[in-house]
């Protein structure tokens, strides 16, 4: 499944490249360096380490379950700073079948 913002980077890339061939070298290095931003922000929200209660709002599971899945080897946490509380990235989130998407508060 190709994400909305995958397509919207191509398409402004795209359309850089057809500004840079008729001559608006500006525009196209300005289209570009959008793109790129974008890329990058989706990259750093999609990766981003949230605590196990922001885990389970956004996942649909509760933070309990989520914990179980963790010491059962079948989400990956991470710990920032190597110590403290566990993590989990965005990315790695199950998605609770039937669950709405939710955004964390």
Same mark, same amino acid.
Not at 57 to 78: C, F, H, M, W
Not at 87 to 97: A, E, M, S, V, W
């Given at each position: 499944?190709?994400?909305? $913002?995958t397509?919207?980077? !191509? =398409?402004?890339?795209?359309?850089?490249?057809e500004?840079?061939?008729?001559?608006? !070298?500006?525009? &196209? !290095?300005?289209?570009r360096?959008?793109?790129?931003?974008? +890329?990058? *922000?989706?990259?750093?929200?999609?990766? $981003?380490?949230? !605590?196990?209660a =922001?885990a *389970?709002? +956004? =996942?649909?599971?509760?933070?309990?379950?989520?914990? $179980?899945?963790?010491? +059962?080897?079948?989400?990956?946490? @991470?710990? @920032?700073?190597?110590t403290?509380?566990?993590? @989990?990235?965005?990315?790695?989130?199950?998605?609770?079948?039937g669950?709405a @998407?939710? +955004? &964390?508060?």
């Amino acid at each position: 499944m190709v994400k909305p $913002q995958t397509e919207l980077v !191509t =398409s402004w890339r795209d359309r850089a490249a057809e500004y840079e061939r008729d001559g608006f !070298t500006e525009p &196209a !290095t300005l289209l570009r360096r959008c793109a790129d931003e974008l +890329e990058n *922000a989706w990259r750093v929200w999609w990766t $981003q380490p949230l !605590t196990v209660a =922001s885990a *389970a709002t +956004e =996942s649909g599971y509760t933070a309990d379950y989520l914990r $179980q899945l963790v010491r +059962e080897g079948k989400v990956n946490p @991470i710990r @920032i700073h190597g110590t403290g509380p566990i993590h @989990i990235r965005r990315c790695d989130l199950p998605k609770r079948p039937g669950a709405a @998407i939710r +955004e &964390a508060a």
